[in-house]
């Protein structure tokens, strides 16, 4: 079928309005990279992520802070695409390994068939559909506590350019925002249980969304099903009966992306998740062993921040950074959505 992975080359292609495809599903040559390399060049370099991929964010900063050795064995405890992994495995050579887990159930076996076909079989990299909860129980298989763990936070480009997951106001899908469609409620569930006040408490410790009390005002009581639904409420609170003038366009897209972030953090309970992954971090890591964490939300950066600190303070951890690493202006420029990133890392101390 056009616009899946097993589209061939030599078939007719795919029809579609104007010159250029604007639907995810009509993108085939974005979905079927190995078929039309030049294409994903040609996105990248008009400064966008081809559809169905993920450009992997402070790659040489992630790199210089693990710094993998031969023979070692670590940890990527959310896969996603798989490009933090792909390079962190060419330094693992000849004989390291790299255990990799995620909880999506769509784009898991996708990652997993394109890293296999590049030459990383299983005794070099194990993945497993797994949550933040049950990294300890990898260390019998690994021999071990890991040299490194590697935690880059939030949604990827594949599930945000899927409108059938419902992770962005920009597509039309149903609004879901779940990472494992098959658990949990969607968000379209969880808004129609919650009352005014919970909703305002959602987008204000979320989102740290100004209007919050009004859009839970005009959300609650709604059947909101889609994105576009959803995206419309917001919409018009942010731009009936403003005074002096209307919002601009740039401050309707920010409150409408913190509006879907704090539902997507609220449906896959992420903060809770993050807790418990930094509470069993330390005793997954081999003394001098390395930790980087990815944050795009101030919520998850302070998170973070805390128990780093805190691991410093007890001499959990020997040392950690004391400011955040950013995306450079040129990584900025060439990917948008490294825009937010913070990068924190820590230092099990050698003693400990």
Request: with cysteine.
């Amino acid at each position: 079928m056009a616009g899946t992975d097993e589209q061939p080359r030599g078939r007719r292609r795919l029809r579609y309005r104007g010159t250029h495809p604007r639907r995810f599903e009509e993108k085939y040559k974005e979905l079927n990279p190995d078929l039309y390399p030049d294409e994903l060049e040609k996105v990248i370099g008009r400064g966008q992520t081809p559809a169905g991929t993920h450009r992997p964010i402070c790659l040489r900063e992630v790199v210089r802070l693990l710094d993998p050795h031969p023979g070692e064995v670590g940890l990527d405890a959310t896969l996603g695409y798989g490009g933090h992994a792909q390079e962190i495995l060419r330094h693992l050579e000849p004989a390291g390994r790299l255990f990799a887990i995620d909880v999506d159930p769509i784009e898991l076996p996708r990652t997993e068939k394109r890293l296999r076909a590049l030459g990383f079989g299983p005794d070099r990299l194990q993945i497993r559909r797994l949550s933040f909860a049950g990294i300890a129980g990898l260390l019998p298989e690994a021999g071990g506590p890991f040299a490194f763990a590697l935690a880059d936070l939030g949604v990827s480009s594949m599930q945000l350019d899927d409108p059938k997951r419902g992770f962005t106001y920009r597509l039309d899908g149903p609004l879901d925002l779940r990472f494992n469609p098959g658990r949990g409620r969607p968000a379209s569930a969880l808004l129609a249980d919650l009352s005014e006040d919970e909703l305002a408490a959602l987008l204000e410790a979320g989102a740290d969304e100004p209007r919050a009390r009004d859009l839970a005002r005009a959300i609650h009581g709604q059947t909101v099903a889609t994105t576009r639904q959803l995206a419309a409420i917001v919409h018009r609170v942010l731009t009936t009966g403003a005074a002096p003038a209307p919002p601009a366009a740039a401050e309707t897209r920010q409150s409408l992306q913190r509006v879907f972030q704090a539902l997507r953090l609220a449906v896959n309970d992420e903060l809770r998740a993050l807790q418990r992954f930094l509470e069993l971090l330390p005793t997954c890591l081999e003394p001098g062993g390395r930790a980087a964490i990815l944050a795009f939300h101030s919520g998850e950066d302070r998170l973070v921040k805390r128990a780093f600190l805190s691991g410093f303070r007890e001499g959990i951890y020997e040392d950690i950074a004391s400011e955040p690493l950013r995306p450079t202006a040129e990584e900025r420029r060439s990917n948008p959505r490294a825009a937010s990133a913070k990068l924190r890392w820590a230092l099990r101390a050698s003693g400990a």
